[in-house]
């Protein structure tokens, strides 16, 4: 999740941020899964305040920029294009640059965010009816395959070839998973939003 975050300032076309799954019924916790990270931990952390989180997740607010730099949500706001964001997103960083000197910025950031590496260490699980029965797909079609091929051998080397190239259920699933968190992170990456760690 991004420290800092630098956007358009909306000036020269509409630019709104908010959380829509709310508008489109969609599940937060799903939602929030991408690469690996429990993205509901990142929001519950970044947005701390009660009232923001409400405003986001339950109503669904669409964000002006100047709502959201008001709101805490960005740091910055640069005028007209992507160009002029990633300047002012590196004007940000090179004035941030000597707190990374010392070398305890990564162990205070590890102190503050403990409760979303503790949940990322743990491992997620994501509950989407789509994912699963995809998963579960992909993984009867792989092993269909594959026994399809084996009724010519002996039976000890059908059974190691089984465990050999059988995808067990979780790595079945991660591949689904990964897929389906790459639509998504396409879908979601809407706005010029430049984060950096």
């Known amino acids: 999740a991004c420290d800092y975050r630098v956007r358009t300032d909306g000036s020269r076309r509409k630019a709104w941020l908010s959380a829509n799954e709310m508008s489109y019924s969609l599940l937060l916790r799903s939602t929030l899964v991408l690469d690996g990270q429990h993205h509901l931990e990142v929001y519950t952390t970044k947005f701390g305040n009660g009232q923001l989180q409400r405003k986001t ?7 002006t920029p100047k709502e959201a730099l008001d709101a805490g949500i960005m740091d910055y706001l640069a005028q007209r294009d992507t160009k002029v964001v990633l300047a002012k997103a590196e004007e940000a960083a090179g004035q ?72 067990p259920k979780r790595r079945a699933k991660d591949k689904v998973q990964s897929l389906y968190r790459l639509a998504l992170c396409t879908f979601k990456a809407v706005s010029a939003l430049v984060c950096w760690l």
């Open 57 to 63: 997740a339950l109503e669904g607010h669409r964000f």
């Open 96 to 167: 941030r640059a000597g707190n990374a000197k010392g070398g305890v910025l990564g162990i205070i950031k590890t102190e503050i965010y403990r409760n979303v590496l503790d949940t990322n260490r743990k491992g997620v699980r994501v509950t989407d009816v789509h994912i699963e029965d995809a998963a579960t797909k992909a993984r009867l079609s792989f092993r269909f395959h594959f026994s399809a091929h084996l009724h010519h051998l002996p039976s000890k080397s059908k059974k190691m070839k089984l465990q050999r190239y059988c995808i």
